[in-house]
């Protein structure tokens, strides 16, 4: 789960160089993305290969709040929807676009969100994102063939599960509803004191975080804009509960057969292109519960399947695609020993130590450039 487009191109050899050769771009232009995963494709630029929503289906009034602050590029990465009515012809556009699936954020309401659904069904295109406000719950959602749902499910603003918790999640498991709980992005965000995130912001050098040499300005500057805008929330919930919460719930929902998937929410703050992963795999064991073999299975088979790759990728395997990373220690006695990377099999090229470090050396290089 990463948004891209042309401002993040230089980042695209870092998720190569840490092991990831796959992303789901969740909300960009269309046009800027997709010229990038051609490249990727051609051999023109090292960089994963990229599924995309293209811009992502919102409520028309949230939009009309984002105009009084994002520029007019920024607002061409959203489809505002203001009735049922503007579903269908919101949806063939994207479709015609060639999108690869389709990222609902905002919803106006119930009737919205259904025929948002309908004409996802009609165009067979899978329906994917947040959670959906209380017009709707995540039951019906998932009902109406909402195939993943990302982020905190148990938050603010959000229509609770039912109290029984176990006939619920059995429904997700007969939907084939799939989970992706970004907890690195809320970790980042809100659980990350405030000045701690300031002080990244402006270690410029990475010395702090090495990682921190590979964030843009334009990618601060976003940070820092998210930063602000939580300085001026009103209410403070309990989010270091929330956390748990969700992460209580979602082991329960896999320990039933629900599938979760990893993603990171590039974009947010303190989520790291490439290394985002890496992270949020070390939570799905310290804070889920999972093993790190479930773990690992949740970055690679699973989604995997999920894309209708799973012939292809997502395993090591006689007949499928050399789509790997070496490691030199053993992620089953530590899950953090995914970042000792000792090459990467990706888009039929095999890329050594040396040669991924070079890559990020480009990349580094790249990021200071930019304005």
């Not at 010229?35 to 919102?58: K, N, Y």
């Not at 947010?268 to 070390?282: C, M, T």
């Amino acid at each position: 789960h990463v948004h891209l487009g042309q401002e993040m191109a230089y980042a695209l050899p870092v998720f190569v160089a840490e092991g990831v050769t796959h992303v789901r771009d969740m909300g960009s232009v269309f046009e800027e993305t997709n010229a990038l995963r051609e490249d990727i494709a051609q051999g023109g630029r090292v960089g994963p290969m990229i599924r995309t929503s293209g811009p992502i289906l919102e409520s028309a009034q949230f939009v009309a709040r984002l105009a009084k602050t994002m520029s007019a590029e920024e607002l061409e990465t959203r489809v505002p929807v203001a009735s049922p009515e503007e579903a269908a012809p919101a949806v063939a556009g994207l479709a015609a676009m060639g999108v690869d699936f389709l990222k609902i954020r905002t919803v106006g309401s119930r009737e919205i969100y259904l025929a948002i659904a309908k004409a996802a069904r009609e165009h067979h295109l899978a329906l994917v994102g947040h959670a959906p406000p209380p017009t709707i719950s995540i039951l019906e959602a998932a009902a109406a063939g909402q195939a993943s749902f990302e982020h905190y499910i148990d938050s603010p603003g959000i229509k609770p599960l039912p109290d029984d918790h176990v006939a619920a999640i059995k429904q997700f498991v007969k939907f084939g509803t799939h989970f992706v709980p970004t907890l690195v992005s809320g970790v980042g965000f809100r659980l990350t004191p405030d000045e701690e995130v300031r002080a990244a912001l402006a270690d410029t050098e990475g010395t702090k975080d090495p990682r921190r040499k590979y964030v843009s300005a334009k990618l601060v500057h976003f940070w820092t804009q998210q930063m602000d805008m939580k300085a001026q929330e009103q209410v403070k919930p309990d989010y270091a509960g929330i956390h748990r919460r969700n992460a209580a719930l979602f082991l329960q929902m896999h320990d039933a057969g629900v599938r979760l998937m990893t993603g990171t929410d590039l974009g947010g703050p303190l989520v790291y292109p490439g290394f985002g992963v890496h992270d949020e795999l070390a939570l799905f064991v310290s804070d889920i519960g999972l093993t790190p073999a479930q773990a690992l299975d949740a970055a690679t088979r699973v989604p995997a399947e999920f894309s209708g790759q799973g012939d292809t990728y997502g395993l090591i395997k006689s007949g499928f695609a050399a789509d790997f990373l070496l490691v030199e220690k053993n992620p089953l006695d530590d899950i953090h020993n995914t970042s000792a990377i000792k090459g990467v099999f990706a888009n039929g090229k095999w890329i050594d130590r040396a040669e991924a470090d070079k890559l990020l050396e480009i990349a580094a290089r790249e990021a200071a450039k930019l304005e």
